[in-house]
């Protein structure tokens, strides 16, 4: 399937930001977030579409996990 917006619905156009036929990757990320927070910080009844600070904060208890796991060889609960 191609990425082209012309060919996509106005909701999926939306994370669409090249014509068709030309690579969105890594730098693409960040553009979407940033456009999404922005709009969040202009508007506060928008969704959160973006990474939070929960967010955050869980993805560093999973990484805690992985390296005890790895220090012990063993499997771990992650931590709450």
């Not at 990425?3 to 156009?13: E, V």
């Not at 930001?17 to 969040?40: A, V």
């Amino acid at each position: 399937m191609v990425k082209d917006p012309s060919l996509l619905t106005n909701g999926a156009a939306n994370w669409a930001d090249l014509p068709g036929g030309h690579s969105e990757g890594y730098d693409d990320t960040f553009k979407q977030i940033f456009r999404r927070f922005y709009r969040r910080v202009a508007d506060k009844n928008a969704p959160i579409e973006y990474p939070t600070f929960e967010d955050g904060i869980r993805q560093m208890r999973v990484l805690d996990a992985v390296l005890d796991s790895s220090h012990k060889r063993a499997w771990v609960p992650a931590m709450d």
